[in-house]
T-cell receptor, first 114, second 111 residues
Framework: DAMVIQNPRYQVTQFGKPVTLSCSQT?????MYWYQQKSSQAPKLLFH???????NEADTPDNFQSRRPNTSFCFLDIRSPGLGDAAMYLC?????????????FGPGTRLLVL | QKEVEQNSGPLSVPEGAIASLNCTYS??????FFWYRQYSGKSPELIMF????GDKEDGRFTAQLNKASQYVSLLIRDSQPSDSATYLC???????????FGTGTRLAVRP
């Protein structure tokens, strides 16, 4: 089945230790998104790629970076995680960004910072 | 004013009842509206979307949109305990490029 896959599902890291989260998709969608969701909060868009074009949200901390080496894969790098970065990180994809486009989410990676 | 507002709940309904979930949005030019279901510890799952004023039905779910009032709702008929989850409203605004999510309404269906 076509799907969005995230690895790992759970990640424990130490304060300040870089961490990379992975997302892959078999949907062949052009757009890939990274969201951060904290408990009882709305998913917050960090950035997205439309093909190779990278779009960073204005309030995304510099600590967060992303790479998309090809259509199928997208990575979220957190350079120096702080305690406040503990959250669920959600990857989503869509065919495009038009009015009718829906986003499909992966299962998420829960990040714990010690 | 938040861009997308939802009552956090919990909304508690008995099994078999109709659950009504509401969402208001601030961008009058918003184009499309989505309802996602999110079980605890899981990722959001798309239930349905609506673009035009009026009702849209899909099985036990009905989405209602009133652009003049900037209001979108989700009705769940014959609610089941398995419907117990947080329901997220998401809106694609006038810029058309991204979704803005509400914080969600937690629904609890009592057996």
């Amino acid at each position: 089945d076509a799907m969005v896959i995230q690895n790992p599902r759970y990640q424990v890291t130490q304060f300040g230790k870089p961490v990379t989260l992975s997302c892959s998709q078999t949907l062949n969608h052009n757009v890939m998104y990274w969201y951060q969701q904290k408990s009882s909060q709305a998913p917050k868009l960090l950035f997205h790629y439309y093909d190779k074009d990278f779009n960073n949200e204005a309030d995304t901390p510099d600590n967060f970076q992303s790479r998309r080496p090809n259509t199928s894969f997208c990575f979220l790098d957190i350079r120096s995680p702080g305690l406040g970065d503990a959250a669920m990180y959600l990857c989503a994809t869509s065919t495009s960004m038009g009015k009718g486009e829906t986003q499909y989410f992966g299962p998420g990676t829960r990040l714990l910072v010690l | 004013q938040k861009e997308v507002e939802q009552n956090s709940g919990p909304l508690s309904v008995p099994e078999g009842a109709i659950a009504s979930l509401n969402c208001t949005y601030s961008d009058r030019g918003s184009q499309s509206f989505f309802w996602y279901r999110q079980y605890s510890g899981k990722s959001p799952e798309l239930i349905m979307f609506i673009y035009s004023n009026g009702d849209k039905e899909d099985g036990r779910f009905t989405a209602q949109l009133n652009k003049a009032s900037q209001y979108v709702s989700l009705l769940i008929r014959d609610s089941q305990p398995s419907d117990s989850a947080t329901y997220l409203c998401a809106v694609r605004g006038s810029s058309g490029d991204k979704l803005t999510f509400g914080t969600g309404t937690r629904l609890a269906v009592r057996p």
